[in-house]
């Protein structure tokens, strides 16, 4: 007997489908699947009511007893899919055979003979979901374009491309935060709830508001509930009802609420700092930062008020402002305890993002506490940043830090083909060591070249001596030496060219990220490692910030700090005037993304670039050759480096 | 233009009228049929902006995404269609649309696609490292004939200058296609997203 079958009808939108609603209410347990096509589409299956009498003939060959509708690729494998979910009879009705009532039972009488006849198991309808559970898939299919069986998302871009959700997905354009943004001159419209159930009527867009029967439309079919199309660069998605519903009611969370850390009037903001960080360099960053806060406050005091004093155009607008109010969250003890110091600060007061920062060791557990908690962090001071090699998306670094600093140093040894040994000297548990290990990883895959370390005693300086000793017992033609200007002070290189056969790297990061003049450094040997702008610019690139500086009677002593604490700041504001008042934290990481206009600006770093999911600005440095005291004003010979490894 | 959107119009309520009084006589379906016929056409009138131009390769060598140099004249010296868009990896909005363009084309013309050199060249060079290229490349199921180019800034400029597609930010990108003939040495150029098929028929307009 049959006992149950799905019913794929093509109907028009917001028509009654009699021919469908009546077999669903016939033959209890039938599901009815509504697909709404395109009016040209539609128009060609009413030509063919007949042909379904054909098409029943062919379903009994195939396995699962369906009755296809052959038109379209698309909608073939539409039904197809269908047809696999279900496993019962499947009726794929032109949009006329399901509209009349003699049709439809015609349909029944056919239904019911294939029943008989194939005697077909029948699954029952999927057991219902949690809310939850449905909001998981949803995002699944918004972000990774996956749905519940695994299978990639299925749908057709500019009308006849077929894309997968391996390839890209809602949130590639959309962005995280669905508030979606602009290139060149196309453009992502948003899909917030508070953008879809809400009509537009700005210049641009005009429309109703959505609700979930024509969002299902706009998603399926690429129309607006006024029935005009969407732009063909919105693919049309084929998903079947229980993933729709994933979808919508993910859509639904989406920047839903304003995050925390904000209220009326102030916008919360944190930044990090530990103990045991040089002072002068902690005196400098909060210098910079309170600055900014200031003077950013100051210039927009009265900007709320003018909502209240005038007939300005889009007034809304100006509700946007808000003070901004800096927390500095310091940090005690081992950095093991670090994380639950954090929480306990964040607990206390919740902040909408945080900036700049400057920790002894290694970021990481900031890195994970905003991952965690969803905080934006953006540009934190630090060559030890963490969550290198992952997705992870709320922490925007200039660099990889050391670890960049490292695939150049062996980019550049590859490029001279200088295979063999490579000793490594750093202080354990210093960002050196990190530079360390992040070598010895990323030469473990180029052949025929072998790393030795030697770590250095705490408080102890190198010395020459034992430094050659270490390349001898090493056998090693090339030496990286991951230290500060302080424990390389006092040596000099000077005639080792026989014991030392390859060059010596030093990493400009660990000398402060200025160029101050080490003895050590002398002759065509040394390399330095050099993310940083050419010292011979130097100057004339610090002008961007100096007067700024100057006229808050900040000292100029760290450069470095100084010029990176100011640009943190500045992409702070950046991106939170590109938001407006949409006060959500993805957007404002999805805003950031796309502000590589501003990458010039920097102070310090030549060649900073910004796109979407990159949170690794930098992503090469100089080769710096002829280190001599002169070099500060025209070094012989800088090579830009971006690894290819 | 007011003539066919009325045509537009009358076939958007046609299903209806014909379906609601089903003793219909053929003669009308093939009329209205007809009207349809005529959509199609003006539905077909290409969305982009098309011209034929002529540009000087570069003298520059890029590196592709199995890390091999390229030298561009050399590699555009070839007896074979060339299709040359401007891309990078993390772009969102225009490249995955012009990406996923090749690789429907790639399927659409099976065996055939392998005598057609698909060029996609980046714009942000040191992001697409051969690395992040392959991995593109393979997340778009790309067939051999499609290669992935990156190289340093200076030259990646010059590559975009030499096809006036010179942008000074990636996000300002426009979605600009090349085509090639192997006989001709201009270059079509299409300004504008296209379909599968119109991107098809451009290729297939170019062995004529």
Known sequence: MLLGATIVQVPHRGEENKGGTAIKNTVPGWKLVRRPVSYRKKYLYSLLPWSFVVLFFLSLREKSGAVYFLETESLQQEIRRIVQENRGITVAGGWSACNGWLTSLFLIVLLSFAGVCQGKEVVQDKEEVSGEELIALGRQIYRQGILADGEPVEAYVMGDVKVLGTQFTCLNCHGRSGLGGAEGKTYTLAVNPAALFSPRESVYLQRSAYDEGTLEVAIRQGETPEGTALSTAMPVYHLADREMAALIAYLKTLSNEFSPGLTEEELHIATVISDQVDPMAEHAMLAVMEGYFKDKNARTRNERKRVDHGPFYQHYRLKAYRQWVLHVWELHGPPETWTAQLEEYYNQQPVFAMVAGLVQGAWEPIHAFCEKNEIPNVLPNTDWPGGIGTDDFYTLYFSEGLHLESRVIAADLVALQRSGRVLQVYRPGEKGAFGASSFRETVARIEGMAVSDWALERGARLNRAELLNWVKEAKAETVILWLSAEELAGVSLAGTEQMIAGPVYLSSSMLGGVLTPVPLIEGKRVKLVHPFVLPKNQEAVFGRVRVWLESRNIPLNDHRILGQTYYACMMLGEGLMHIRRHFYRDYLMDALDHSNAKAIYSVNYPRLSYGPGQRYLAKGAFIIEETAPEMKKSPASATWIVPYL | ?208
């Open chain 2, 1 to 208: 233009m007011i003539h066919i959107e009325n045509n537009i119009y009358s076939t958007k309520r046609l299903p209806v009228t014909i379906i609601r009084n089903t003793p219909f006589s053929l003669s009308v379906i093939s009329f209205f049929l007809l009207l349809t016929l005529n959509v199609t056409q003006a539905m077909a009138k290409p969305r982009y902006n098309r011209t034929v131009e002529e540009y000087k390769i570069p003298d520059i060598t890029l590196i592709n995404q199995d890390g091999e140099r390229v030298p561009l004249v050399k590699y555009l010296d070839t007896e074979q269609p060339v299709i040359l868009e401007f891309i990078f990896a993390t772009c969102t909005t225009i490249c995955p649309i012009l990406s996923i363009g090749y690789t429907n084309l790639q399927d659409q013309l099976g065996a055939e696609a392998a005598n057609l050199r698909l060029v996609s060249i980046s714009i942000d060079p040191e992001y697409d490292t051969p690395e992040v290229m392959k991995a593109y490349l393979q997340r778009y199921n790309a067939q051999p004939g499609w290669d992935f180019l990156t190289g340093s800034i200076g030259d990646i400029n010059v590559a975009m200058r030499a096809f006036d597609a010179f942008v000074p930010d990636k996000m300002g990108h426009r979605p600009l296609i090349f085509l090639r003939s192997p006989k001709e040495k201009t270059w079509v150029r299409i300004d504008g997203l296209m379909s599968g098929k119109e991107l098809k028929n451009e290729y297939l307009q170019l062995k004529k």
